[in-house]
Each structure stands twice: as structure tokens, then as C-alpha cells.
């Protein structure tokens, strides 16, 4: 795209001391008549669901005029607060919305649903799957009773009722219910109270409760493509992979906003994040290899696991779902509450309503700083294929050039590291800076050896599906990191060692009669420039460590170690610029599907998290101490020895320190999906 996301600006010189000051633009400043920076919100950031989850159900307890809700998905049966361990562990999402109607107050929730892609995304229990998993509980109604303490106390009796076997289904067939099945009371409870809820919900049973779904806008969709500097499905996949983003597109927004128009927005409050509202996303920032808080998805009976969800994920033998990390931020009043709130107003808008009428005006109490000293300013950015709006790319894409600039540190920890444009965009800011070193460094008495470094740290989990390992080889190896794909490197290796003569042959050079081509998208890797190493520091200036997260622990009376699966989407550049939301580094967030991210200079902000993130990741053992490039340099040492310890200790069988590992994957594929 055309680089219209700078700003121009003049600097002037001190004739005297022959220095000049600047500013560096970390807002998107020529966006700002559609995406305004607000100086006056107070931010509280959240690593994990337990915080973030407690925070919100707070929130909503004390709402007294309207709760706005968009999500990719609705878990009606997830716990927010959590203090026992078998369903219902704590006050559910759908029972905390239906009590907020029932005090008067306006709750809308807009969730993205699709014929085509829901059923396999799961992302609505009781709705999109486990419609009628069980035989009804005699007296569990769909009306103003409903309640996910009743559904269990009603469960409960019917399958435990004395003198009465029920049968059961699972995808191993079905069988009676006895007291070894104990473990699936809470389950069977979850999933009947689930498709209750939502029966009632779109039918309206709920007071003041209204819900509405939308899919994707596939004309909307092909024109926000049409500008992507690479189109997918043309690299040996045919049209599979621009099929699944032009007929599955996903509206992947996260938002809530709470009494934005009530008393003049002096209790508003809101939130930006990356956790979606459905239960497997709940997790402590301690990410323990087994927490009974977290979904239980099977039984042992017998030695086996025995699955009775159909969304359920087991997991090398562990009884509760895997560790989930990401972030959330609560806006308290300020001006950036306005932007969430018409991006709610549009998305309900397009449904067909229009109780929330045309744009309002900012309420009062949202125009001025709420704490003083303690305020940020903010951008709202997204992706809205319908509203031809990129500016979350255009908004890493800026961030990005800013850290090239800096010299200092960036740090992405983003669920789909799938966007080669995005690491091109690195390397030619880096190119960029290290041409303008040049070229003044012999006036200033430097030599090219005295350019600072920038470190990059890169944590991502290894990719959901095979088809996803080649886009995610291709991001890392224009940055010369490919090695961790090792599967797919060690593909395109034997393929490029093969012999090409149009023909196959065997391997004394015989003919087989089989033609042979090379494989689309080992072409496509064969002409990605990737440096090596030292290229890469001594061209570019660009030390770059990629990890991925696991943790360790006693399971089993072994010890043992699980993935710790990163959801989070977020940007952190040099302890002055924070970014996450919704977004992934993938091409479906940056084009495709609807996303929302806010963006912060708050220098205060993004030292702490940077230190609690690092902290957190090193099981204390560094957190990059006042951020320096002195501090960064040392702990980019720090951070590649643990990943080396950790790799040692876990082929040892021992306990891991924190949850840095190097990436490693070793599965290949030939076939694109993104």
C-alpha cells in the first residue's frame, strides 16, 4: 500500500548547540477525523483469564443502564469467577447477563455465527454444537428460572434418581449412566444449560437480554484482499485458502462497554482484548500443567479417557484443558470508550437494529481526564472489511518503522505469526536505518560496528494445523529463523536435493514414467531471501530470539510438560508503545476478518508490563530491569540461555525454570491455509 501513515514534520536546529529534538509518531495521525487519539483514559491491563474474567464479572454486577458486548464466540456456561472445581465453579456469563436484565439494564451481545463455519470453530456451546447431547432434565425451563445452580441440582437427580439407569451417548458409543460416571454430572449439566440458555436468549424469554449473530461480508472481503501485497490460494492450493477467508470470514472483535450512555458517561467503563467469552480461555498467569478450575473434558473409566463434549480438547492424557495465555485492558471513562462504542453501534447497526440510533454525541464525563496524572492517550485502530478500514495494519506497520528507528527492543507474542508483509516491513525499515548510519556515521566519527543493535523477541505457539506451517516458515525465514520449522525446512531441503529432469527417476537416474514438479510453495520458499545469523546482525542490526511456552510440573507421579497455548495478540515496542486486542499477525486479521486493537504511548504502561510479561516468561529470572539497551542486551542473553537450560532440563526430565523454550516444530506440509 501507498505509505501514507507517516507524517511530514520540520525540525528545527539549535544554531548554538547544533542539536534538534523530535518526536517520535506512534499514532496513526493523518487517521485521526475517523480514528481520533484521546488523551484522557485510564488503562488497567490484564494477563489472563482469572484476572481479567473476576474484573469484568465485577463490572457487571455493578452496570446500571446498558452492557455492549461483541464477540467472536459466547460461552453462556463459563465461569468468570471460579472458586471450586466441578461445573458450575462460580457464577456463569449467562446467568450474571440474565440477572443484569432482570435489574433493569439493557444487555446486547453480537456474536459471530456462520452456517459454513461455526460447527468446526465451536464457538457457541449449545448453538453451534451440543444442541441436545443429553435427555432433558425434567423442570429445566427456558424461561426466567433458568440457571446453571439449577441445571446441575436437576442433573444431578435425573441420572443419580435411585432404581433409574439413563442411557448416554459418547463418540464411543452409548452406554448406561452409573455412579462411575459421576465425573459427567457437571458436564451434562454444562451442556443442557448451554442449549437452554440460548433457546431462551434468541427467543427473547430473557428480560432486557437480546442477542444477535452476523457472518462474514464475502464482496466486502474480496476488495479488502484485492490490496494484499500476496493473494492467497495461488501458491499450489488453488482457491482452498481463499475460499475458507472469502465464504468463512469471521468477525474476531472483542469488546465490552458498560453504561456508555448512562448519566453522562460518568460510570462508563470498557474493555479491548484478546480472551474470547467461551471457557478454555480461562487460565492463571502461574499457566500450571493441571488446574481443576480450568475445563474438565473427559473421565477415566476403565483406563480409557471417555470424551462426552463434542468441543472438547484432550491432551496427551491430562484431565483439564491446556494452559491458555493473553491480555486484556480495561478503559475507565476517557474519549477511547467512544471509539469502542461506535464500532459496537455500527456492528449492531448491520443486524438490523437501530435502537442505539445514528452516532451520539461523546457524553461529557468521557471528555475529561479522570485521574489526573494517571491518563493515556489512546488510538483505536481495526480491520472492517465493510468500512474499507486497515488501519490496525497500518497501525504495526508504523510501530514497527518507530522500533527500527529506536534501536532498542520489540516484543510480539501473537497466537498466528503469518504475515510475511509484516517481517518485510522489518528488515527494509532495519535496511533503511542502517543506510542513514552509514552515511552519517564517518561525519560524527562512527564506524558501522557502532550502531546499536535492536532485539527482537518473538513468542508463538507452533501452528494449530500443518496447513498453517508453511506461511508461519515463511514470516520467520525472512527474518533467517526458519530453523525452528524444522519439519518444513528439512522439506524443502529433500525437495530442492531431488533431480529435476521433468520426470521422476529412481535413484540410480532411471525413469519411473512419473512427471515431477517441484512442489508451489517450495518455490515460493526457494525465492525468499533469508540471511543467516550473522547477516542478520551485521547487515541488519537485528538480533532476534523466537520462542514458544511450555510448562512443567508432578502429573502422573512423573514429571511432565505441556503446551501452553499463546492466544495473545500483543505489540510491545522500547517501554513506550503497547498494542494488543484482537488482531493476529496473520492475513485474516489484517484484511479479512473484523478485529479492534487500541494503541498506547504510556511510557508507565508499557514498563510494567514489559516487566511482569518477562518476569512471568523467565520464572523470574530477568524482566530487562529499567529497559536500557545495556538492559535489553543483556537480557536477550539471559533469554536465549533459558530456552537453551529449559531445552536441557526438559530432555533430562526435569523441572523447567518459567516457560521459555526454543520453537520447534517438526511437521510439513505442502498446502497453504491461512
Known sequence: MPDTITRAEKVHIDERSRQARSTGQWFLENRTATHPVTHNNGLTFFICGETAFADIAKRIRNAKHSINIICWGFDPGIELVRTGTTWPRGDTYGDLLVAAGKRGVKVRILVWYSKLGSGSAMNMPGYSHDTNP?????????????????????????????????????????????????????????????????????????????????????????????????????????????????????????????????????????????????????????????????????????????????????????????????????????????????????????????????????????????????????????????????????????????????????????????????????????????????????????????????????????????????????????????????????????????????????????????????PAIVEYANRIDKPTIDALEKQFGLKVAVSMLQTSGISQRRMRYREIYIHSKMLLIDDTFISFGSANLNQRSMSVDSEIN????????????????FGQLSGGGFDGKAGTRDDMSQTYILWTERMTKNQLAKGDSNAMIGFLLPLWDNRSSTMRLG
Open 134 to 518: 443429553w435427555p432433558a432434565a425434567p423442570g429445566l425451563s427456558e424461561g426466567g428460572n433458568l440457571s446453571a445452580q439449577r441445571a446441575r441440582a436437576l442433573t444431578e437427580d435425573y441420572y443419580l434418581r435411585s432404581g433409574v439407569q439413563h442411557p448416554i451417548k459418547t463418540p464411543q458409543g452409548s452406554r448406561l449412566f452409573g455412579p462411575e460416571h459421576m465425573g459427567m454430572i457437571g458436564l451434562a449439566a454444562r451442556a443442557e444449560y448451554c442449549n437452554k440458555w440460548y433457546n431462551a436468549a434468541f427467543a427473547g424469554k430473557f428480560d432486557h437480554v437480546e442477542i444477535r449473530t452476523r457472518a462474514g461480508d464475502a464482496d466486502a472481503i474480496k476488495s479488502s484482499l484485492a490490496t494484499e501485497k500476496y493473494q492467497p490460494g495461488t501458491l499450489g492450493t488453488i482457491e482452498v485458502e481463499r475460499a475458507g477467508m472469502v465464504r468463512v470470514g469471521t468477525h474476531h472483535q472483542k469488546t465490552i462497554v458498560i453504561d456508555y450512555d448512562h448519566a453522562d458517561g460518568a460510570h462508563a467503563t470498557g474493555y479491548v482484548k484478546g480472551l474470547n467469552s467461551v471457557t478454555e480461555y480461562w487460565d492463571t498467569e502461574a499457566h500450571l500443567i493441571e488446574d481443576p478450575r480450568r475445563e474438565t473434558g473427559s473421565v477415566r473409566e476403565a483406563g480409557e479417557a471417555v470424551q462426552v463434549e463434542a468441543n472438547q480438547k484432550p491432551d496427551a492424557g491430562f484431565a483439564t484443558f491446556k494452559p491458555y495465555r493473553d491480555y486484556a485492558c480495561r478503559i475507565d471513562a476517557g474519549g477511547a470508550l467512544a471509539a469502542v462504542f461506535e464500532n459496537f453501534r455500527r456492528a449492531w447497526a448491520r443486524t438490523g437494529s437501530s435502537d442505539l440510533g445514528d452516532q451520539p454525541a461523546v457524553p461529557q464525563a468521557l471528555k475529561r481526564t479522570v485521574v489526573p496524572g494517571t491518563h493515556s492517550s489512546v488510538q483505536i485502530v481495526r480491520t472492517q472489511p465493510q468500512e474499507n478500514d486497515k488501519t490496525i495494519k497500518e497501525m504495526y506497520f508504523l510501530a514497527t518503522d518507530q522500533a527500527a528507528l529506536a534501536s532498542g527492543y520489540l516484543y510480539v507474542e501473537n497466537q498466528y505469526f503469518q504475515y510475511q508483509e509484516w517481517s518485510e516491513r522489518l528488515i527494509q525499515a532495519r535496511k533503511n536505518v542502517m543506510a542513514a548510519w552509514k552515511a552519517g556515521a564517518a561525519k560524527a566519527g562512527k564506524s558501522k560496528a557502532d550502531m546499536p543493535l535492536m532485539h527482537v523477541f518473538i513468542v508463538i505457539p507452533v501452528p494449530e494445523r500443518a496447513q498453517m506451517v508453511p506461511r508461519t516458515y515463511d514470516t520467520l525465514a525472512v527474518l533467517g529463523q526458519q530453523a525452528g520449522m524444522a519439519g518444513q525446512s528439512d522439506l524443502i531441503d529433500k525437495e530442492n536435493k531431488k533431480r529435476y529432469t521433468g520426470v521422476m527417476v529412481d535413484d540410480i537416474g532411471r525413469p519411473t514414467g512419473a512427471v515431477y514438479s517441484k
Open 598 to 613: 487500541f494503541a498506547t504511548n504510556d511510557a508507565r504502561h508499557a514498563t510494567d508490563l514489559r516487566r511482569r510479561i
